[in-house]
C-alpha cells in the first residue's frame, strides 16, 4: 500500500500521527503532515486505515500501488 | 472573457430573493439549481450570492485558499454572537491557531465519551418507567451539558445551570438572514440574542475569576487557553476573548448535535426495522457489560449509517458561503471581487447522480460496496475540504455514546402524527419545530440488565 497525502486539505490536526506514529508526523512549523514512511509494511495497514478514516479533512488517500 | 453567470427568476426590489432564503431555504436553493444548472446567482440584499452546484463546482469551492474565498465576512449574523477577536473576526492565521482545539484531539477524545454517557444518565435519571418528551428540550438541554463538559471541562460544566439552556435558544434564534441588511437591526431576536450573549458573558466571568481567585488549577480548556504566553510572558487571550472563544466552540457544537439527536431518533421511530437493527447492534456490543468507553463507540456501523443518513436528509446547517477576496473562476465562469459564493448542503445531500432514490432514508447507501459518500465533495454534511467541520468525529462520537445509552434504556414511538415533525428554516440555524415530543418506555428487564 502507498499513502497519498493531499497538502490542500491537511490543517495539521495530527490525527494521523496519533493513529499511526510509525508513518506520520506534524511538522508544528507548517502545521502539515510528514510522512514518515510513503508504503508502510503490511503489518501497519489497519492503523493506516484508521489514520485516512479519521483525518478531519479528509487529506489522506490509500492507494495498492 | 468570461461567460455571464445565468441569474435566478424572481426576487424583490432591494431584497431579492432574502425573504424567499428566510422563509423556504431548501426549495430556494433547489430551485436555482434547476433553473440555472452548475451555476446561478441570486441576490440578498445588497450582496450578490453565486451558487456552485455539482461535485466538481464544490470541490473547486472547497479546495480555494482563504486568500480567495474568505469565510469570515459570508456571515455576517454570526458576529454579534461570537463577539470580537473570535472565530470570523480573527485573521485567518489565529482561527488556524484557535482551531487546533486540543479538546477534539484523539487522545482527549477518549476521555470524552465517558462524561457524555454520564451526563445523558443524570438526564434520563428522572424518567421513571414511561413518559414523554420534547426532543428540542431533551437534546438541547443534554447536549449543553456535554458538549461544555467535553469542549470546556468537566469542573465547568459543574459550575453551570439550566439557564445556559434559554442563552443559547436567543443566540441561536438570533441568526436571522435579514442580518444580510444590517446584523443590527432593532428587531426582538436581535435584542433577544444580545441580551442572552452579555448574560452569557457574565456567567462565564464569574466562573472564570471565581476559579483565578482561588487559585484552582484545573486542566481545561480555560486553563490552557490562559496558560498560553506571549514571547514577553503575558498571557496570550484574556477572559473577555477566552468567553468569546468558549460561546463559538459550544455554538459549533451545541445546535447542530442537538438537531441530529433529534432526527436521528425520529427517523429511528418512522422506521421500526432499522431501530431493530440499531438495538440489536448495541444490545450485542454492550452484551458483556462494557462501559461506553471510547474504542468500543468507533465501530457501530449500523448505528453510524443511521446517523449518517440523518445528516444527509437533516443537515443542521444547509448552506455554506465564501466571501470572493481574490478572483474565483470555475470553468468558463468568474466571480469578481466583492460578491459570495455558496455552495448548498441540503440540495448536493440530495443530488439523483449521487445518492440512489434520494428522497428514501435508506442507511445501507452506506454500506460497503454502495459507499455513497465515496467522494469527498458531494455528501458534505460537515463541509469539505481545508474548513471541514473539526468536530465532525468529536460529534459521531458523542452522537453514538448518546444512542448506545438511550437506546439500550428505553424503547421510543412517535406521539404525534409521523409528518408533523420538521425543521424551523426561519433563521440560519435550523432547529427543529416544536411541539416534537416521542413517548418513551423503560425496556424489558432482560435487555435493561444488558444495559
Known sequence: ?????????????????????????????????????????EALRTRVEAAVRYCPTRALRLTEA | MSTAIPRLSGGVPLLGHLLELRRRPTELLQRCRDECGEIGELRLAGQTLVMLYGEAAQEAFFRAPDEQLDQAAAYPFMKPVFGPGVVFDATPEQRKQALRNRSLRDQAMRGHAEGIARETERMIAGWGDAGSVDLLDFFAELTIYTSSAALIGSEFREELDAELVPIFRDLERGTDAIAYVNPYLPLPSFRKRDRARRRLVALLQGIFERREAAGRKTQDLFQILRGIRNPDGSPRYDVDTITGMFISLMFAGHHTTSTTSSWALLELCRHPDWMKRVTEELDALYADGRDVSYQALREIPQLENVLKETLRLHPPLILLMRKVAQPFSYKEWSVEPGKMVGVSIATSNRDPALFRDPERFDPSRFEPGREEDRSGFGYIPFGAGRHRCVGAAFAMMQLKAIFSLLLRRYEFELAQPPASYHSDHSKMVVQLAQPCRVRYRRRAASAAAAA
Not at chain 1, 500500500?1 to 508544528?28: I, W
Open chain 1, 1 to 41: 500500500m502507498k499513502v497519498v497525502v493531499d497538502l490542500d486539505l491537511c490543517q495539521g490536526h495530527g490525527v494521523c500521527a496519533s493513529e499511526a506514529p510509525e508513518v506520520f508526523a506534524v511538522d508544528p512549523a507548517e502545521s502539515r503532515v510528514v510522512v514518515l514512511d510513503e508504503s508502510p509494511p
